[in-house]
């Protein structure tokens, strides 16, 4: 659907907050295209955390209908949430 000469990476960023997409983009190799999707964090709360789970995989699913090269899941506490007790705590 999209083209770019070296390929496209999704990207999908915890929150919207700036910064940490421009930081990503910087490291890419000139000719890369970056497809940004957010999950919408807010409170940040280890509930909030556990919701978004399977928002960050339907935004995978987007992106991969719309045939990135790759997928970047963006590091944040709901990427190493489980449901295990206390795997959040401490935060």
């Known amino acids: 659907m999209f083209e770019s000469w070296r390929g496209i990476v999704g990207d999908v960023k915890p929150t919207h907050r700036p910064g940490s997409l421009e930081d990503f983009i910087r490291l890419l190799p000139e000719g890369i295209g970056v497809i940004p999707l957010t999950v919408g964090i807010r409170s940040g709360t280890e509930e909030e955390f556990h919701q978004v789970l399977e928002v960050y995989k339907e935004k995978a699913a ?24 206390g795997v959040c705590s401490g935060w």
């Open 62 to 85: 987007e992106l991969a209908a719309l045939g990135v090269d790759l997928i970047h899941i963006g590091r944040s506490r709901p990427s190493i949430c489980s449901d295990r007790v």
